[in-house]
């Protein structure tokens, strides 16, 4: 275990959250629920689901570009549930580091609450500032797949933003499959998305994804561009593509629920 790695037994409980100093989430299945944040690049765990969430305040993914950064302004906070599911809740705030790309003040909270077949996140951000901002944010979510015998379902009529191959000049359109694979390089916003989608991974998971508040979907697979590891996971990624406007004080909440079928 690294130096700044901190590890936290939850009482009562045979579950353990293992943190690092960042946003790397796992949910490993097995006798144990773990849950861990992590800074490393590896995108790889057989074991079970994997996660990945990150905020970002117009496009500044503030907590993935600046260790320092993170280790200065955020900290992780343990609450037990009152079901007694393990739950933690992470905290990001504004500091210098933020202040000097984005010139607000805020309060990013994520729940992550873990269930034996299910996890569900809830992001929280604040405007401590005494002015109104604007941001959009994305959950990054990877998940443990067979690339060539993955898809999607639900996304069926949705407008499409496919960011392959400009992503600074997305082609419109509209989705007309009513399963959805990942045939190649896959990056495609799909706007005003269902609150329910549900992701066969290939290997023999079927795995529902519900959301409150995420009113887009991002699919994502680099192919080739990943070629030592594109095959082992597919993103279905909850976003807010367009901005959310926020008044001094105002709070936006939006919820994500994964569960095994």
């Given at each position: 275990?690294?130096?700044?790695?901190?590890?936290?037994?939850?009482?009562?409980?045979?579950?353990?959250?293992l943190?690092?100093?960042?946003?790397?989430?796992?949910?490993?299945?097995?006798?144990?629920?773990?849950?861990?944040?992590?800074?490393?690049?590896?995108?790889?765990?057989?074991?079970?689901?994997?996660?990945?969430?990150?905020?970002?305040?117009?496009?500044?993914?503030?907590?993935?570009?600046?260790?320092?950064?993170?280790?200065?302004?955020?900290?992780?906070?343990?609450?037990?549930?009152?079901?007694?599911?393990?739950?933690?809740?992470?905290?990001?705030?504004?500091?210098?580091?933020?202040?000097?790309?984005?010139?607000?003040?805020f309060?990013a909270?994520?729940?992550?609450?873990?269930?034996?077949?299910?996890?569900?996140?809830?992001?929280?951000?604040?405007?401590?500032?005494?002015?109104?901002?604007?941001?959009?944010?994305?959950?990054?979510?990877?998940?443990?797949?067979?690339?060539?015998?993955?898809s999607?379902?639900?996304?069926?009529?949705?407008?499409?933003?496919?960011?392959d191959?400009d992503?600074?000049?997305?082609?419109?359109?509209?989705?007309?499959?009513?399963t959805?694979?990942?045939?190649?390089?896959?990056?495609?916003?799909?706007?005003?998305a269902?609150?329910?989608?549900?992701?066969?991974?290939?290997?023999?998971?079927?795995?529902?994804?519900?959301?409150?508040?995420?009113s887009?979907?991002?699919?994502?697979?680099?192919?080739?561009?990943?070629?030592?590891?594109?095959?082992?996971?597919?993103?279905?990624?909850?976003?807010?593509?367009?901005?959310?406007?926020?008044?001094?004080?105002?709070?936006?909440?939006?919820?994500?629920?994964?569960?095994?079928?």
């Amino acid at each position: 275990m690294k130096k700044k790695d901190v590890l936290i037994s939850v009482t009562g409980g045979a579950s353990v959250f293992l943190l690092f100093p960042v946003h790397r989430i796992r949910q490993v299945t097995g006798k144990d629920y773990r849950l861990r944040v992590s800074m490393d690049e590896a995108v790889k765990d057989y074991k079970g689901l994997q996660f990945l969430s990150g905020f970002s305040c117009r496009r500044l993914a503030l907590e993935q570009h600046s260790r320092t950064a993170v280790e200065e302004s955020s900290q992780a906070l343990f609450f037990p549930s009152q079901e007694g599911n393990p739950t933690i809740t992470l905290e990001l705030k504004d500091g210098l580091y933020s202040h000097s790309m984005w010139d607000y003040s805020f309060q990013a909270l994520y729940k992550i609450t873990l269930d034996k077949n299910s996890l569900t996140t809830e992001l929280n951000v604040k405007n401590t500032d005494e002015k109104p901002f604007s941001f959009g944010t994305t959950l990054h979510t990877y998940f443990n797949a067979f690339v060539s015998g993955a898809s999607v379902r639900g996304l069926k009529g949705c407008k499409t933003l496919n960011k392959d191959p400009d992503p600074k000049n997305p082609v419109e359109g509209k989705e007309e499959r009513d399963t959805v694979t990942f045939p190649g390089f896959v990056d495609c916003i799909y706007l005003d998305a269902p609150e329910e989608l549900h992701l066969d991974n290939g290997l023999g998971d079927s795995i529902t994804i519900k959301n409150t508040n995420w009113s887009d979907t991002v699919l994502w697979n680099p192919h080739l561009t990943m070629e030592s590891c594109y095959k082992d996971f597919v993103c279905v990624e909850n976003a807010k593509i367009g901005q959310v406007q926020l008044q001094p004080n105002e709070t936006w909440t939006a919820v994500q629920h994964l569960s095994l079928v």
